[in-house]
């Protein structure tokens, strides 16, 4: 069964960091493109960042960009999003994605596995 497990979420003052995990467990990831998205109340689910499989490419919402930085571990069949400098409407559930295929996109619609997300809350 494949799976992906968000960890990491929390409550963080505005200004805060914080770093989530998504791990993968029933099939490798190495060859799979990733991504991170997030749904607020009453919103939409959208795009925040993707990486390739190589990891040598990467993409960002320009809402995040400088501030969030996507990276991960092949071996470890883990993807990662650091996030700094946060902002209390970015509060929402985010939620880790991959892709069979090798390179990212930013359309919900690329990808095939979700995990169940996790909660950031940031406080104002």
């Known amino acids: 069964q494949v799976q992906l497990v968000e960890s990491g979420g929390g409550l963080v003052q505005a200004g805060g960091s914080l770093r989530l995990s998504c791990a993968g467990s029933?099939?490798?990831?190495?060859?799979?493109?990733m991504a991170w998205f997030r749904q607020a109340p009453g919103k939409e689910r959208e795009f925040v960042a993707a990486i390739d499989w190589s990891a040598g490419n990467t993409r960002y919402a320009d809402s995040v960009k400088g501030r969030f930085t996507i990276s991960r571990d092949n071996a470890e069949n883990t993807v990662y999003l650091q996030m700094n400098s946060l902002k209390p409407e970015e509060t929402a559930v985010y939620y880790c994605?991959?892709?069979?295929?090798?390179?990212?996109?930013?359309?919900?619609?690329?990808?095939?596995?979700w995990g169940q997300g996790t909660q950031v809350t940031v406080s104002s």
């Open positions: 029933g099939r490798t990831f190495s060859n799979c493109a």
């Open positions: 994605a991959a892709t069979v295929w090798i390179n990212s996109t930013p359309r919900i619609s690329g990808y095939d596995y």
